[in-house]
């Protein structure tokens, strides 16, 4: 058996784990598959697993335990965000599009740390990774963050201050109040250095793209109301404070209404027991309250069903939209291989091309010795004929 095969039956052997639930042999199987793996086969075999890994149910459990198990180990893999081929760049960082969309707790610690990194390439590679958590299931709502993406938008690099003003937008597309309210008090810090007009026009630029100019000013005002509230808030704690004395006093009614409850249903349950006792002989006569009190347990267990069946109804729901979630993973997966193929192909291309040139120039420079010795000869030819006639004179 040789690699390629191996690795085939090392990938089928994984599915069938994670098909079964056994998420511990998985987990095992995996960390044996990348650590066999040299410096070369790492990134290709890390690619293979959690791309497998996010195709099934229960795969992203399974790529949990390998991050707590440091099978995977989040800072060693971001190293890569460095990688100087622009090619292999891009292709990792499609490789971890969907953890970032759906796993965002796991990179976003690592966020800051990444944006102020000394190497360009990393800087722009982290703020895409940014980009990809906004457009997933998460809220960005970390200021320190936000702010120090902000500060790349004077990057001395302008695909970095390209990619920075791309982040901002998709962050505040899901949260355009707390976002206005952050790049309105950072352009007012900026507001009296000249030098910042460019920041403030992209500040601008975010500002349009991620609400109307109504809406900031809705917004603006918000927060000048905001102070005034707080003057009524001590009010309200008033009125909060009551109305939990209130809620605390119903619930000692609540819990004696139960208590009640209980009782009657013990009596309930002694007179039936006497009542199947008796048998036909005599009939015990319920007392109107305690069927008034069994249609209302009645009652009770209706709506019981009603919510369980609205429960198992959600579920369904939220099991169809997961399935469709999973197609939509697997045709980014598609694209995404395709767009490596294309990239594959045009190097082979290049290749092509570069042996082509090389092999004209050696043509040319052949064609130029000829001509040269050729020329020579002539010459030679030359001398002997003219020697020739001095001679025969």
């Known amino acids: 058996m040789n690699d390629t095969e191996k690795e085939v039956v090392e990938i089928l052997q994984i599915k069938d784990f994670v098909k079964d639930g056994r998420f511990d042999d998985a987990v095992h199987t995996i960390g044996l598959y990348i650590g066999d793996a040299n410096e070369n086969e790492y990134l290709d075999r890390l690619e293979n697993v959690i791309e497998t890994l996010l195709t099934l149910h229960g795969g992203r459990t399974v790529l949990r335990f390998l991050i707590e198990n440091l099978i995977i180990d989040i800072p060693s ?42 190497d360009p390439n990393v800087r722009e590679a982290a703020l895409q990774l940014l980009i990809y958590m906004a457009g997933g299931d998460a ?30 937008k998709a962050i505040g597309i899901k949260s355009p109040k707390f976002m206005t309210k952050i790049l ?10 000249a030098e910042n007009e460019r920041i403030k026009d992209l500040i601008d630029e975010i500002l349009k793209s991620i609400v109307s100019i109504d809406k900031i000013e809705e917004i603006v005002e918000e927060e000048i109301e905001s102070s005034e509230a707080e003057e009524k808030i001590e009010l309200l704690d008033k009125e909060e404070s009551e109305i939990l004395n209130k809620e605390f006093e119903l619930k000692k009614k609540k819990l004696e209404i139960k208590k009640k409850k209980l009782e009657l249903e013990e009596k309930e349950k002694e007179i039936l027991e006497k009542e199947s006792e008796i048998g036909d002989e005599k009939e015990i006569k319920i007392p109107k309250k305690l069927k008034k009190k069994e249609e209302e347990i009645i009652d009770k267990e209706i709506e019981l069903k009603k919510k369980d069946l609205e429960i198992k109804k959600k579920k369904l729901e939220l099991e169809e939209r997961e399935k469709d979630l999973e197609e939509k993973e697997i045709l980014e997966r598609e694209k995404a291989l395709i767009l490596k193929e294309e990239l594959i192909e045009q ?21 130029k010795i000829k001509h040269d010795e050729m020329k020579r000869v002539e010459e030679e030819l030359k001398k002997v004929t003219e020697k020739k006639e001095d001679n025969t004179d």
Not at 149 to 168: C, G, H, N, R, W
Not at 184 to 193: G, L, N, P, Q, V
Not at 353 to 360: D, H, N, P
Request: proline share 2%; with cysteine; charged share 35%.
């Open 184 to 193: 309105t008090d950072y352009a007012k810090e900026i507001s009296e250095m």
């Open 347 to 367: 190097e082979k291309a290049l290749s092509q091309v570069e042996l082509e040139l090389k092999q004209k120039s050696i043509e040319q420079k052949e064609q």
């Open 139 to 168: 809220i960005i709502d970390n200021e320190s963050l936000i702010k120090t993406i902000l500060i790349k938008l004077s990057d001395e690099k302008d695909f970095v201050v390209e990619k920075a003003l791309q982040t901002l």
């Open 77 to 118: 893999l971001l190293e890569h965000l460095s990688k100087r081929d622009p090619v292999l760049r891009f292709t990792f960082l499609l490789l971890l599009k969907t953890i970032c969309e759906k796993e965002c707790d796991l990179f976003l610690p690592y966020s800051e740390n990444l944006v102020t990194s000394d």
